[in-house]
C-alpha cells in the first residue's frame, strides 16, 4: 500500500523524505493521543473529587470487609490526601498532574509501591 502511494507521481517527496515524513506523522499521532487521554485522566479526576464525601463514606462502610487494601482509616486518610481536598481545584490539579507525571516519568517511588503492592497480593501456593 506505503508502495504505490509511493509511486503516485502526485507525491514529489524524495525518496529518502518519505520515511521521516511517515515516522514524525506517527510521533504527531501519538501525541496528541497521549494528550487525549491526559485530558481524559484530569477530567476523571475532577469528576472523582467532586463526589469525594459519597467515596469516602462508602470506602469507609468497606473498611470491615476484610480487603487488603482497605484495613484503617489511615487508608482513608490516604483516599483524602489523593483526593486533595485541602486544596483548590486548581492546585488540585496540579498535584494530580504532577504525580501523573512522576509515574510516567519513572518516578521511583511509584514503581517501588507497585512492586511492593504486587508482592503483597501475589496468590500463596502452598
Known amino acids: 500500500m506505503c508502495y504505490r502511494v509511493y509511486q503516485t507521481p502526485r507525491l514529489s517527496l524524495p525518496k529518502p523524505i518519505l520515511p521521516q515524513v511517515l515516522v514524525l506523522v506517527l510521533v504527531l499521532s501519538l501525541v496528541l493521543v497521549c494528550c487525549r487521554f491526559q485530558e481524559m485522566c484530569y477530567g476523571a479526576y475532577l469528576a472523582i473529587r467532586s463526589h469525594a464525601s459519597l467515596f469516602i463514606n462508602l ?62 497480593h501475589m496468590p500463596n501456593e502452598h
Do not use: C, V
Not at 468497606?62 to 484503617?72: D, I, R, T, V
Open 59 to 120: 470506602f469507609s462502610l468497606m473498611l470491615g470487609s476484610g480487603m487488603p487494601e482497605l484495613q484503617s482509616f489511615d487508608d482513608i486518610a490516604y483516599l483524602r490526601k489523593t483526593l486533595a481536598l485541602e486544596k483548590s481545584q486548581q492546585e488540585a490539579l496540579e498535584y494530580f498532574s504532577k504525580q501523573m507525571n512522576d509515574a510516567h516519568h519513572g518516578g521511583w517511588s511509584t514503581k517501588m509501591d507497585w512492586i511492593f503492592h504486587t508482592i503483597r
